[in-house]
């Protein structure tokens, strides 16, 4: 049975629920086969390094790497060969990203807890990061902007980024390139899949090793990141590209339809879900979809995507439909109702929320400033976007002065010895008995 079996009718919200919960989290879990076959290559990484690395772009990407870096200068001139209107669309999306990331930057904070008793932590860029470009299907330079440019914002020294050699070739996109030279990478490797993520996180004579890699990929990327999660840190799980529109009637079904097939055209396991009350709306929006699929220049990718992943869900009440969008914890949500600032305190988890049909999810993929690397398949109840935050570190100190050490001394003593730790309870109780924690 397909994970949604819906078409492009209004099914009910009520009797569909099951189903589209049920196959969407299973989603999530990698096949047998594939986590095998990724631990097999990790481990071929971690004992043959670059040799490794080489029999993979000849295996996977059909090409011989002389050498597994690309040299700046490669990067500039990708840049500098870019039309100038794609050149200046790369570099307002750069611009708007640097701004929002810069508005998120976290602070230090002290506080005094008792009088004497100060707590504080600083956030510590970390010392270098992974960013992983797919090069797939299609290059991604704004994926590429979204993890480099928060990256530097928040004063990463080294920026890595490894993205697969396009076929027959010995390097990635120039688009990629361009990207990395715009968004402030360090080095860039031609190096893809599971190999690439496991160079960074064991490091190869090559590729350093990092500290925490980030970026979408596909299924063999995602596994490899989880595999390596012990060793190094990564972002939050990353899949098929997911939209959910909540719509109350008010928003045009045509927009709600174009919104539905720019995300299903990314892949065939992509999902686009719309969920709106009332059996007419939802009709509505059903047909626009129907047509709207068929006349896509990506239509079999669409059309793939819609049947198996995607349709149109009646809900009864737009309370119910918040309540399923919090339950699902969507990617990407779309809040096209009257009141979506209202609507957007109704709901608990997603990935990113647009507020209003004209908030189009088109705008965050690419120019907005928010962050587009966001948990699918249901992460967003536990994980967060790419943000800053990913990419620091807190150290906590602690500040207790003699005064405060005296009155801290017998309950820290008491809590020690309940716990049977003495050693702690004679450390603290130097205070009350000196006053200067050395012998009474």
Excluded at 280 to 291: N, Q, T
Excluded at 389 to 402: E, S
Aim: net charge negative; aromatic share 4%; with cysteine.
């Amino acid at each position: 049975m397909s994970p949604l079996p819906l078409r492009f009718d209004a099914a009910s919200l009520d009797s569909s629920r099951a189903a589209a919960l049920e196959g969407r989290d299973a989603w999530a879990a990698s096949s047998p086969a594939v986590a095998s076959e990724v631990a097999a290559l990790l481990a071929r990484v971690r004992a043959e390094g670059d040799g490794a690395l080489r029999e993979f772009a000849r295996r996977f990407d059909g090409t011989a790497l002389d050498a597994l870096e690309v040299p700046r200068e490669s990067w500039k001139a990708a840049l500098d060969a870019l039309e100038p209107e794609l050149r200046a669309a790369l570099e307002r999306a750069t611009r708007n990203i640097e701004r929002a990331h810069r508005a998120f930057l976290l602070a230090p904070v002290e506080v005094e807890v008792e009088p004497g008793v100060h707590i504080g932590r600083r956030p510590e860029p970390l010392a270098r990061v992974g960013v992983y470009a797919p090069g797939g299907r299609a290059a991604y330079p704004s994926s590429v902007l979204m993890a480099c440019v928060p990256a530097r914002v928040a004063g990463v020294s080294e920026v890595i980024v490894c993205s697969p050699p396009a076929r027959g070739t010995a390097g990635p996109s120039p688009l990629v390139l361009a990207a990395a030279q715009l968004g402030g990478a360090t080095r860039v490797f031609a190096l893809g899949g599971a190999g690439a993520i496991g160079a960074m996180a064991f490091g190869t004579a090559s590729v350093p090793r990092v500290d925490r890699i980030v970026g979408p990929g596909n299924a063999w990327v995602a596994e490899a990141k989880r595999q390596v999660s012990g060793v190094v840190g990564i972002d939050s799980p990353a899949g098929p590209s997911e939209l959910l529109v909540v719509a109350d009637g008010v928003a045009n079904a045509a927009t709600l339809a174009r919104e539905l097939v720019a995300q299903a055209e990314h892949d065939p396991d992509a999902l686009a879900l719309a969920v709106v009350v009332g059996e007419r709306a939802a009709i509505s929006v059903a047909l626009e979809l129907r047509a709207a699929a068929a006349r896509c220049e990506r239509r079999g990718v669409v059309e793939a995507s819609l049947a198996a992943r995607g349709g149109v869900l009646c809900a009864p009440t737009l309370e119910r439909a918040l309540a399923f969008a919090s339950e699902f914890a969507p990617e990407h949500l779309l809040l096209a109702v009257e009141d979506p600032t209202a609507a957007l305190a109704a709901v608990r988890d997603a990935g990113a929320v647009f507020l209003g049909e004209s908030s189009s999810v088109a705008f965050g993929d690419y120019l907005s400033g928010g962050n587009h690397v966001l948990p699918t398949a249901g992460f967003a109840r536990t994980s967060s976007g790419l943000s800053t935050q990913d990419f620091v570190r807190w150290t906590q100190w602690q500040r207790v002065t003699p005064a405060a050490a005296a009155a801290l001394a017998a309950d820290c003593a008491r809590l020690a010895r309940a716990e049977g730790l003495p050693g702690h309870a004679v450390a603290a109780e130097r205070w009350t008995t000196s006053g200067t924690g050395g012998d009474a």
